[in-house]
T-cell receptor, first 116, second 111 residues
Framework: DGGITQSPKYLFRKEGQNVTLSCEQN?????MYWYRQDPGQGLRLIYYSQIVNDFQKGDIAEGYSVSREKKESFPLTVTSAQKNPTAFYLC???????????????FGAGSRLTVL | GQSLEQPSEVTAVEGAIVQINCTYQ??????LSWYQQHDGGAPTFLSY????GLEETGRFSSFLSRSDSYGYLLLQELQMKDSASYFC????????????FGKGTRLSVIA
């Protein structure tokens, strides 16, 4: 079955360490996104990529970095520069500008990062 | 700036009907979507409106009025499993651009 796989599901990090969250999709979707969710809050956009080898900053990109070397993969690195990284991170993809396709996001199960 | 407003919490009785409203102020508009998220889970797509009017999908319906920058999600015949958070989201630009999400409405269905 097609879908998005995020790993790890839970991650603990010490302050000052960089961590990379994996996101892989086999839906053949062009666009991929990273959102951050804090308790009781909505989803805030970190980065997104519309095509391979290209990505754009979202509303809260500071302290994060991404790469898009393959269509299937869009890893997110949470760097030590991120002041408050403890959150639930969600990766998503969409099918491009085919009518309503871009409005339908498919999400992964999420990665919960806790900084100790 | 961009903003989407929706109630933070709603409580309804099993078997009843509930409406979750969403008003938006965005620089552009290319559709209003609704997503459901159970505690600890990932959001899942429920419905999408690009044009004014009502879209029905089983027990769920979604409505849009572009002139009022307003939409709602209607859930009928509520079941306990409908207890979840519901997010409205707007796409501001054409093409494969990100959605802007509201903060979500937590729906509690009680017996």
């Amino acid at each position: 079955d097609g879908g998005i796989t995020q790993s790890p599901k839970y991650l603990f990090r010490k302050e000052g360490q960089n961590v990379t969250l994996s996101c892989e999709q086999n839906l053949n979707h062009d666009a991929m996104y990273w959102y951050r969710q804090d308790p009781g809050q909505g989803l805030r956009l970190i980065y997104y990529s519309q095509i391979v080898n290209d990505f754009q900053k979202g509303d809260i990109a500071e302290g994060y970095s991404v790469s898009r070397e393959k269509k299937e993969s869009f890893p997110l690195t949470v760097t030590s520069a991120q002041k408050n990284p403890t959150a639930f991170y969600l990766c998503a993809s969409s099918d491009g500008d085919r009518g309503s396709g871009a409005n339908v996001l498919t999400f992964g199960a999420g990665s919960r990062l806790t900084v100790l | 700036g961009q903003s989407l407003e929706q109630p933070s919490e709603v409580t309804a009785v099993e078997g009843a009907i509930v409406q979750i409203n969403c008003t938006y102020q965005t620089s552009g508009f290319y559709g209003l979507s609704w997503y459901q998220q159970h505690d600890g889970g990932a959001p899942t797509f429920l419905s999408y409106n690009a044009l004014d009017g009502l879209e029905e999908t089983g027990r769920f319906s979604s409505f849009l009025s572009r002139s009022d920058s307003y939409g709602y999600l209607l859930l009928q015949e509520l079941q306990m499993k409908d207890s979840a958070s519901y997010f409205c989201a707007v796409r501001e630009n054409s093409g494969n651009t990100p959605l802007v999400f509201g903060k979500g409405t937590r729906l509690s269905v009680i017996a």
